[in-house]
């Protein structure tokens, strides 16, 4: 098992989509910081529409760690997601494709401590990922626009129902807990994925299948017609981790989604190691 | 020590509805060159990847020498080497990264082994480039040097000349001997090439639409007829003349020669019958069957049957 990882560490360091997908992240933080700037910009210059209300009656809204966790809600939704589905996605079926997955596993290993060692690499991955984003969001945060308190109010975000603030070395605090609770609900989008690479042999085909069941629930989720579905979705689930910015964290709420996420994660990473262990290799 | 390399009994492999492999039974002794001959879709690989535990049987067992559990399995089929088709590594690696990658999921394998093989398959020199730069016949002798990896008894190569050119192949068939001589490994080698399982092989199943219709030496398989040449002077004569002979079964083979296929008793009345009638037979010698020949043969009959 430590040799699997091992040689899926290396592999990992070794792809040059690993360190391009950093480089999209930067991109995007230069995209939000010049967003950012121009958006409030305009907003404050007497266009500021009802949702913005508070928003820009407070002139110590607009800091560093507003703009990080604007930032971070955003590539939440589709940026990270995107990330961990073509990392996980590409695991078994991109090793199918180029033909390795067959030479792997002619040698004496069990299928399931590949599996689980290509879920671990993946799950480093998510979380180096979040990690970076979120401290070069803070950096971006605090060289361009300047720290402050962490203020929130009602409004696109969606977070809080009424103005609250969370004091700015608790907010950095924060900022730390959503690693962990951003990565362990990545970890649903990860699982999913493997699981669609262990059924096609196309990484292709595995990406583009966990994105769609992703997006289609995540969407549907949000539609108002299907409110009484939006429980069963584990898209819901995967909110939980936008709760460490709270003003007071729901601890039990919190826990309560961690576990239903790390069951789904769990189920998903069962039922791909049974597939994979049934599957013939004929690629 | 058991004899026997290598054994399946009644393997049988379904996809769907489609019979890949149908009540397999081969044994491979230690030693042997054993070709494993089929057109292609007659199974092969299939097999092969049953062997290797790439693609679950249906049912029927695989047994190597020493196995009394599925940890045993695992054991034994660590000492079985393999190449599956192409051999595929990692583009952006060395060829000795991939080799260290290889052996560390071997089990056992030291840093010297992987110097050993590349030594084997005279790579050692080109050991240090990425495989993205490495010709189709490198490739393939890196193939053959991961499945050296492990010292194993046994080493299963799937068509491992294909796709090469006549050098290649040359220097692959020359690696196979060598492999079998000098290192005193037991060779599966499957291939559609006749030529090929006629120059390497002492032993040789036949497969075809899934099923095993020959296991034994090739020289068995193609001296089990009565064929016979005859040379004459009247060629047209002569078939015309024992054409009507009963019990003799004669062809045209080419222009100078008449195939009879006869037994001894037969023979020497078809030999009377042509210099009594003043044709001249200058050669009457057994007619050995080609391995195609035979192949063709075993093929046709079974898609009669």
């Known amino acids: 098992m430590l040799t699997l990882l091992k040689l899926e560490l290396e592999k990992l360091f070794r792809a040059r989509s690993f360190y391009l997908s950093f480089l999209v992240l930067i991109a995007f933080v230069a995209l939000m910081l010049w967003g950012f700037y121009t958006y409030a910009a305009r907003k404050t210059g007497g266009e500021a529409v009802e949702q913005f209300k508070y928003t820009y009656e407070s002139k110590q809204y607009f800091n560093g760690l507003t703009f990080a966790l604007y930032s971070l809600l955003f590539s939440f939704t589709l940026l990270l997601p995107i990330f961990v589905s073509m990392s996980a996605g590409s695991q078994i079926a991109g090793e199918a494709r180029g033909g390795t997955l067959r030479m792997i596993c002619t040698r004496p290993i069990s299928r399931a401590s590949l599996v689980l060692s290509k879920f671990l690499v993946t799950a480093l991955h998510a979380a180096l990922l979040l990690s970076f984003f979120i401290g070069l969001n803070l950096i971006v945060g605090l060289i361009f626009v300047g720290w402050g308190n962490l203020e929130l109010y009602p409004g696109p975000l969606n977070l809080v129902d009424a103005p609250g603030k969370i004091m700015r070395d608790d907010a950095l605090m924060r900022f730390g807990y959503s690693v962990l609770s951003g990565t362990w609900a990545l970890l649903v989008i990860a699982a999913l994925a493997l699981l669609c690479s262990v059924v096609f042999d196309s990484p292709a085909q595995a990406i583009v299948m966990t994105i769609a069941a992703y997006l289609t629930l995540y969407i549907v989720g949000r539609v108002e017609f299907f409110e009484h579905l939006r429980p069963y979705f584990f898209t819901t689930d995967m909110d939980f981790w936008r709760d460490v910015f709270k003003p007071e964290i729901p601890w039990r709420n919190l826990w309560h989604y961690a576990c239903t996420c790390g069951a789904y994660t769990t189920g998903l990473l069962l039922a791909t190691v049974v597939i994979f262990e049934r599957k013939d290799i004929v690629t | ?305």
């Open chain 2, 1 to 305: 020590m058991s004899d026997v390399a290598l054994q399946t009994e009644d393997l049988t492999k379904r996809f769907g509805r489609r019979m890949a492999v149908d009540r397999l039974t081969i044994r491979v002794d230690r030693g042997d060159i054993y070709g494993f001959l089929g057109p292609n879709g007659a199974g092969k690989s299939t097999t092969l990847r049953m062997l290797l535990g790439l693609v679950r049987p249906t049912s029927g067992l695989i047994k190597f020498p020493v196995q009394n559990s599925s940890w045993e399995y695992l054991r034994a089929r660590s000492r079985v080497g393999a190449i599956i088709e192409t051999p595929a590594f990692y583009e952006n690696l060395s060829a000795r990264r991939n080799l260290q990658l290889l052996a560390s999921l071997s089990g056992g394998v030291s840093k010297k082994r992987v110097e050993e093989v590349l030594e084997i398959v005279n790579l050692r020199e080109r050991a240090g480039d990425p495989v993205k730069v490495y010709s189709y016949g490198m490739r393939q002798r890196l193939g053959i040097a991961q499945a050296l990896l492990p010292t194993p008894q046994l080493i299963i190569l799937d068509e491992p000349t294909n796709g090469l050119d006549p050098q290649g192949i040359h220097e692959t068939r020359k690696l196979i001997r060598r492999l079998r001589h000098e290192f005193k490994l037991t060779v599966l080698l499957s291939s559609h090439l006749l030529t090929e399982i006629e120059q390497l092989c002492n032993r040789v199943g036949i497969i075809h639409e899934g099923r095993l219709l020959y296991e034994g030496g090739p020289e068995a398989l193609t001296a089990s007829t009565n064929l016979h040449k005859v040379r004459v002077d009247n060629l047209a004569g002569a078939f015309e003349l024992l054409s009507k002979e009963h019990g003799l079964s004669v062809s045209q083979n080419g222009a100078s020669f008449l195939r009879i296929d006869a037994d001894a008793e037969a023979l020497a009345r078809a030999n009377a019958l042509l210099v009594g009638n003043g044709i001249k037979v200058y050669e009457l010698s057994p007619a050995q069957e080609s391995l195609e020949e035979a192949f063709l043969r075993l093929t046709s009959r079974n898609e009669l049957n």
